[in-house]
């Protein structure tokens, strides 16, 4: 535990490899830590791993996503047909180490513990997402490598889950690969583990919590964690039309670069670019129900609900889908888009979002975009410039010249 630099200079490399299963088989292989920083593992172990083997990387290590820990995941990740499947399992975060009488210091902070597998034919439904969820496996997606990224909560525990093989053979040649379903988790209790009965604390009740305003809106999709990400994805602009809702396309899906997750259902997850992205998601979310609370100042284009008590919503109904705000029958669209964004960014996304709601039927004449200027004020970007047919070809254009 010297550190990447330290450990690669000075491992000492075994002369005989152990492989479980014959060739043409399903293989079990057993990294520890640093065995992957070896130069033969890359120059010649790396080829023997590339197709139907599991590989187990066990590792007690700061930042499992290191390039350096993380080199061999890419090289098993560009191969087609994909037929490797990968679980790197770090030590529980906060994790203390002390050396003599020191203080403890904390050696891994967020364990990044993920088992990585091709996303194709996956169950990945709402529900098997929800129920995976529940007990501690978030799924995410790696979109370089078009990877199924399942990151699993980092309290100490042990989870119990079954999944299919990395390539099937024989009888079971046609068997559907479904990827990861969490079974049961445990949780080390009166000396001895047990099994949970309760949901992992995945921290976004805290987040309720602090921000009731933010609860009116959220509180009805406690138990739809993918709708939740839909909704607070959409009503913040990274949501532009309905094929962006499919679970892999949604911002907060995404693996960030540093392989941690940015989904809204787990805010355990607070360092590194994944929380970032969900602060400032949060942040937009936040800003937009301030405004919403108070809906005789809606701008003009929300004017319907000057009168009403309206929701942030989102129903998988096609005609209902991009219309986000509603009280009872009213509905209408709205995005808050942050802080002075630039002009270029307000263009794209009306233009987008504009024709993604004539794709489905709808007139966008009632959208609104708005955003926060330099002065605090709250402005609706669809009403700082005069209608045109190509910007707003909903809301009585001004007129058409040529020349």
């Given amino acids: 535990m010297g550190g990447i630099d330290y450990e690669r200079d000075h491992l ?32 010649t172990i790396i080829n023997e791993l590339l197709s139907d083997t599991i590989i ?66 996956i169950e990945c439904s709402d529900q098997s997402i929800y129920e995976n969820d529940k007990l501690g496996c978030f799924l995410a997606y790696h979109h370089e490598y078009r990877t199924a990224a399942y990151v699993f909560h980092p309290d100490e525990q042990m989870f119990a889950f079954r999944t299919s093989k990395p390539v099937m053979i024989g009888s079971a040649a046609v068997t559907r690969r479904t990827g990861l379903t969490a079974v049961i988790r445990y949780e080390w209790r009166a000396d001895q583990w047990q099994a949970a009965t309760e949901s992992v604390n995945d921290k976004f009740g805290e987040f309720l919590a602090d921000n009731p305003l933010a609860k009116v809106h959220l509180a009805d999709f ?10 607070m994805q959409f009503a913040t602009g990274n949501v532009l039309s309905a ?18 997750s940015a989904r809204m259902r787990a805010c355990w997850s607070n360092i590194g670019d994944g929380a970032d992205q969900r602060g400032e998601c949060q942040t937009r979310f936040k ?20 009168n009403l008590r309206p929701k942030l919503t989102y129903d998988s109904l096609p005609f209902k889908q991009l219309r986000n ?43 609104s975009l708005l955003y926060l200027d330099v002065k605090g004020q709250l402005v609706d970007h669809m009403d700082t410039e005069p209608p045109s047919i190509s910007d707003d070809p909903g809301s009585n254009p001004i007129g058409i010249s040529t020349v």
């Fill in 325 to 367: 705000i509603a009280d009872g029958d009213v509905r209408s669209t709205v995005a808050f888009l942050g802080f002075e964004p630039p002009k270029a960014v307000l263009r794209g996304v009306s233009k987008k979002l504009q024709a993604a709601l004539y794709g489905v039927g709808q007139v966008p004449s009632d959208m």
């Fill in 222 to 231: 406690e138990n739809r964690h993918v709708d939740l990400e839909r909704l």
């Fill in 287 to 306: 800003a937009l129900v301030t405004a919403i609370a108070e809906p005789s100042k809606l701008p003009n284009r929300l004017a319907a609900f000057r």
């Fill in 12 to 43: 000492i490399v075994g002369n005989r490899i152990f492989r479980f299963g014959n060739a043409g088989e399903n293989r079990l292989v057993c990294l520890i830590c640093s065995d992957v920083l070896g130069p033969s593992l890359k120059q």
């Fill in 56 to 121: 187990i990387h066990l590792q007690l290590n700061k930042n499992s996503a290191d390039a350096s820990f993380r080199q061999y995941r890419e090289l098993c990740g560009s191969r087609n047909p994909r037929t490797t499947e990968i679980l790197c399992l770090n030590w529980a975060g906060e994790t203390r180490l002390r050396k003599d009488a020191e203080p403890y210091h904390v050696l891994v902070q967020e364990p990044k513990s993920i088992f990585y597998r091709p996303v194709h034919e």
């Fill in 243 to 260: 094929a962006d809702f499919e679970w892999s396309k949604i911002p907060s899906f995404r693996l960030a670069n540093d392989e941690t």
